[in-house]
Structure formats: C-alpha cells, structure tokens
C-alpha cells in the first residue's frame, strides 16, 4: 500500500474538528480518507482514555465518493473526567488489514500505514472552568538571580554564612571551591541584594518589563538558595522582609508582578528543619526521631542514610504526602504560601514540579487562587506539559487546577536547533503545531518562552559552541549576534510569555553552572544588545497582536520559518477589545548569501517596523530577498 493512500492530517480541521485540544464532555469530529483502489470494507476509529486505559472501537460512516478517495467520519464524545484521549484508525480490506497513526510519537499532523497498532495521536481533554488569568498572558518577564544582579550599598560580611567566599570584585568570574568528593565546601557570594534590584527597576521598566522571577531568596547556605534554610526569612544577605515588601510595592507603581522561586521538593540539610549541623535552635529531623520535621523526610537508616535529591546529601527529599509538611506549606494561616500573600507575593514558580504531586501542586494553586484569582502557577517542566509523566504516572498539569504555566524548554531546544542548522522549517514548524494541538489554547499563550536561564548555558556561549572553529572572534561575534536578533525577535512576538535572563540583554556569556550565573555587567554593557532588547519589548507592548493575537504557522522553505499574528473585529483570541492589527514575522536562518522567498501573505502593503521599509503583496504572494540570519517583522497597512 503506498503512503499516500490514506489520509489524516490533525493540523486540518478537515480531518479533526475542532483543533487542538477539547473541552470534557464536548464532541470531535474525525475523517480519514482512503484511495479507491484499495477496495475498503470498512473503517474503524480506535480511542483509548489515559486513565481508565478503556478502549472503545466505533465503525466509521461512508459520506463521500469524491475523485479517487472515499471519505469516512465519526464523532467522539469526550469524558468527563479531565485527561488524554488516545486514537488511530483500522482500516479493513478485501483481504487485509492496516492501521493508520502518528508518524512519530511526539510529532503529530499527518500519520502513515502500519502492519501493527501504531503510535496515536492525542486529544488533550481539559476542564474549561479554568483558565489563566488574562494579564499573564500579556506579560513580559526578567528573571533574576539575586545574588549577581545588582549590590546597592555596603556588603555587610557578617550576615554571609560562615562558609562563604564573599569577592571583593564585582567583575570576577564565579566559581565553586570543592573537596576531594567534588562537594562543595565554600560558596562564593557578590553580593547582590534586594535593594539593588528596587534601584534597578526604572532600568527594567525600560525593556518593558511585567514581571520579575527572582531564584530563591529565602535563608540559605548557598549562592543559589535552592537549599532552604527558613522558608519564613528572607537571607540576610539579601535584606529584609521589609525589603522584599519594599519591592512589592515599588514594582507594582511601575506595572510589574513579583514572581518568587519555590524550592517544596526539598530543603536544607543545615535548616531549621533538617538541622544536620545543630545550626538552628531548633530539634531537627536528623536530631531526634520525636522532632516535629521528623515524618517529612524518608530515613533509611537513622540518621545518615536518607533520600536526598538526585543523591546530593545536602538536599534531603521532603515527603509530600506528610500532612504535616502540607499543612505547613499551605493550609495552617501561618504556612509558607499564606505568611507570604500577606506579604503582597502572589505568584510561585515551582522548582522541579516534577517531584510535587498533582495533590500538593493542586493545594498551592488553590490557596494562590483563594487569596487572589489573578495568582500565578508556574512549573519547571523541560518536556512537553500536556503528556508528562514522572515516576510512573501522567500529570494533570494542563487539564485546569493544577498550574497555570510552565518554562516552555522544547520551544527553547527547537529554536536553537533550527538556528543552527539541525532541524529544517518543515520539522520545526510540525513540532510547533504539535505543542498548539496539545495545549490548551490559555495555556498556549502562557507557556514561559526563554532561550536562557540558570540551568542551562547562555545563548551565546551555546551558539558560539556550534561555530566553526577555524572562524576568527570578529566573524564570530558578527554572526552571534545577528543569530541572538533572530532569535530574540521570535522569542518576543511568538505567543507566550517571553522571558528574559538578566544580563542577556547586556551581552553576558557563560557556560553550564557556575559560569551561567555571572554577575550583571554594569557599565560595560553592550549598549547595542539593550537599545535591540528595549525595542523589542516597545514593540510587544505597544501591539496587542503580538500577545493574544492568532497564530498561523509556515515553514516557507528549508531556511526560512514565518509565522502570522492578528486581531480582528476588535477583538483578540480570548475575546478582550484590542485594535485591528496583523503582522507577519519571518525568519531567515541561512547563512549562504540574499535569499528570495515568495510566499502567501494578505494582499496590500506591509511595512518593516524596524525600517519602515514598505513591501507590497501582488496577487495574493509577498516576495521578499533576506540577508543571512535576517528576522523581519512586518505590519500589514490596512
């Protein structure tokens, strides 16, 4: 049988109606098309439901005859019950039997024949009662590592931990002082605090800026604070609770939100809980059996043999399901998540959600809502979000009540893929179609957009490991940067939340922890990157379009990737009264001479927002000549 004989595209509306993911209890209309010639008897839809594993086979109806293809459909009712529903076809001849599904199973749009029950392709079915608040969806976000942005005033050594290298030049690089064991036995701090971020905010009010994600802030040993000491004290050497209140407030006179790093899966093992060194006046869980902390950590053997992320002894795993620890973090009117809503604090990212349970996600989210309903969830998720699983089960992540967002890594990978010539426009564009299929429209345009952050290298240190080596430093710098313009461009006009990592903007580099965690370059910045970043986030808040407007995806050639952006009537996707606008985005990641490209595009007049430059749509068809590693955005002149 060959390929094409059979056809289902779930891209197409044709094929799956409506697209993308589906409100529970709603209907969806599916069709596949089979050639003439193979003499089909009949057509079976396959549907399994994730999480009852039920598999129901309905035979498809014959509606049409059309030129060498028969046509069969079927509708599905989706279940009540929030989750993925599985499906592929069965299609029976005179004298055998083939199924059709998803070419890849991580990619979805159109399938192939197989002999065997192949790979489906997935309904995210999700309740529609929630939905993430409006404002988020427009934002624009920095995130900090407050240790390294800024330090307003003197260091005050005394309130460093006792095992802390503090660096008496900003300009250093960092570094980790380790022990035979690879551990490590001395931090090294700059210094960077509270106030230097409040001194700083007209500056990222300039980059249009909404919300600022600071890492970790709360009592600790390390640099990072991913080590919780008190989850009820801001670090010392950070500032105050006043201070942090202080920058609440003086955030929100200039339209930014607060975003704080929440570290649930673990603590300390030097914390006020653990208390593995008798630093705190408390009776920790490594001090005795009957300590109040004891049931929220895993002993195997008391008391130095104990769970502990990924094996580093100085994380000790919190137990999750320990009623105790849940009260704690957010039922009791003194826990962790309420002490720090009476603070002004609405908003969490969760570090490694993966290890919370839907359960202990579900509370938070509940106790945010409660106190506010334009609260904000976000979770550290690297996979896709609608069908992670972790330790053997599938999350809920974005079926409505558990998060509001996640840090949207496989646009970031695909991204700097397709930049530096791994994947083509064609693969790219499929992946991205298949993460619009999966997500829920809301969650689609709330998703974290980035292409840097404390985990992984610097943008351009990763691209400037992928260069030939034999360039000079001039040639690449050039193409780094142009390639950064690109990227930066798609970064804050493609839908989500694009987030900026501090000193990005300033022509930072750096490599994997420590050396991605560099201080910010103030008054040696790249003053050309900030005049670029500030554009871009001019342009993002003066068009609606570029937030909530539709999104229509293209993959124009091999090198060239190009997406649409619009409002119409008035209105965005989500229904809020915006002006009419529709721009064009392309992106040229060709480093081979001018490329001419001839496309479909609206007719009329479109015009360079960058130079002004006005480009002309003839019968339907705009052409364009791009330089190598060129990005355009262009505005349609109605």
Known sequence: MRQLNIVHNSFDSIYRDPFGA??????????????????????????????????????????????????????????????LVWYYFEVLTENKRFYYGRIHMEESGEGRVYDEVPPSWQITVYDQTYETPNWWKHATM??????????????????APKTSLVHAHWENDPYYIRNERNEVVRWDFFGGNLQG????????????????????????????????????RIDNLLGSKEDFEELIRMASKRGMEIMLDGVFSHTGSNSIYFNQAGAYDSVGAYQSKESPYYPWYTFHDYPDQYEAWWGVGTLPTLNKNEPSYQRFLVQDEDSVIKTWQKSGLNHWRLDVADELTDDLIRQIYSALKEGDQDSVLLGEVWEDASNKTAYGTRRDYFLGGVLDS??????????????????????????????????????????????????????????????????????REE??????????????????????????????????????????????????????????????????????????????????????????NGVDEF??????????????????????????????????VLNKYVHRARNGKLSLSLQPYEGLVLRHLH
């Open 22 to 83: 589906a409100p529970k209890g709603s209907h969806v209309k599916l069709t596949i098309e089979v050639d003439h010639r193979q003499h089909v008897d009949k057509v079976f839809l396959h549907y399994i439901f994730d999480k009852t594993h039920e598999e129901s086979v309905k035979e498809m109806d014959l509606f049409s005859e059309e030129h060498q293809f028969s046509g069969f459909e079927t509708t599905i009712t989706m279940p009540e019950e929030p989750q």
């Open 142 to 159: 920095y995130q900090i590592f407050p240790d390294r942005f800024y330090a307003e005033g003197e260091i005050e050594l005394e309130k």
């Open 197 to 232: 971020i409040i001194s700083k905010l007209d500056y990222l009010q300039s980059l249009g800026v909404t919300v600022l994600y600071l890492n970790p802030i709360f009592e600790a040993e390390s640099n990072h604070r991913y080590d919780t000491g008190d989850y009820h």
């Open 406 to 475: 996640v840090m949207n890594y496989p646009l970031r990978t695909l991204m700097l893929d397709f930049i530096k010539g791994d994947i083509d426009a064609y693969y790219l564009h499929r992946r991205l179609m298949t993460l619009r299929e999966h997500y829920p429209k809301h969650y689609f345009y709330s998703v974290m957009n980035l292409i840097s952050s404390h985990d992984v290298e610097r943008v351009l240190t990763h691209l400037d490991g992928h260069l030939p080596t034999e360039w000079d430093q001039s040639e």
């Open 479 to 568: 193409v780094i940067r142009k390639q950064v313009k690109v990227l930066s461009m798609w970064l804050y006009t493609f839908p989500g939340v694009p987030s900026l990592y501090y000193g990005d903007e300033a022509g930072v580099d750096g490599g994997e922890d420590p050396d991605n965690r560099k201080p910010f370059p103030w008054g040696r910045e790249d003053e050309e990157l900030v005049a670029w970043y500030q554009q871009l986030g001019q342009w993002r808040r003066k068009h609606a379009a570029l937030r909530t407007g539709g999104w229509n995806s293209m993959a124009i050639d091999g090198d060239v990737y190009a997406f649409e952006r619009w409002t119409e």
């Open 575 to 608: 229904g809020d009264a915006v002006s009419n606008e529709t721009f064009l985005v392309i992106l040229n990641r060709s480093s081979e001479g001018t490329k001419e490209v001839t496309f479909p595009a609206r007719k009329g007049k479109w015009q360079n």
